[in-house]
Nanobody, 121 residues
Framework: QVQLVESGGGLVQPGGSLRLSCAAS????????MGWYRQAPGKQRELVAT???????NYADSVKGRFTISRDNAKNTVYLQMNSLKPEDTAVYYC???????????????WGQGTQVTVSS
């Protein structure tokens, strides 16, 4: 069984910073890419940033230059450093990992439970 546990969300003023963490645990053989998605009230879930096992990154245009994704492969952990936060960044942020639990098994998508980020004065 695989679990993804996020932490680091909260309330921050516009222009402030937050750092999200997501640790994957359980029966993991290898993790391909990890990422962060978000869902605001009344909107569809959208990609924020992804990072491959080789540290190639991809960002949504709306967060480029403000957010930085990184990972610690030894800890199966992915981070999202969020700077210059705006009210429109308010959403539930979900961690995602594309991984396999056995050497020859399929890679599947796993999701965390989500952490709330609220940007407001």
């Amino acid at each position: 069984q695989v679990q993804l546990v996020e932490s680091g969300g909260g309330l921050v003023q516009p222009g402030g910073s937050l750092r999200l963490s997501c640790a994957a645990s359980g029966s993991i053989f290898s993790i391909n890419h990890m990422g962060w998605y978000r869902q605001a009230p009344g909107k569809q879930r959208e990609l924020v940033a992804t990072i491959t096992s080789g540290d190639s990154t991809n960002y949504a245009d709306s967060v480029k230059g403000r957010f930085t994704i990184s990972r610690d492969n030894a800890k199966n952990t992915v981070y999202l450093q969020m700077n210059s936060l705006k009210p429109e960044d308010t959403a539930v942020y979900y961690c995602n990992a594309f991984l396999s639990t056995t050497r020859w098994g399929p890679r599947l998508n796993y999701w965390g439970q989500g952490t709330q980020v609220t940007v407001s004065s």
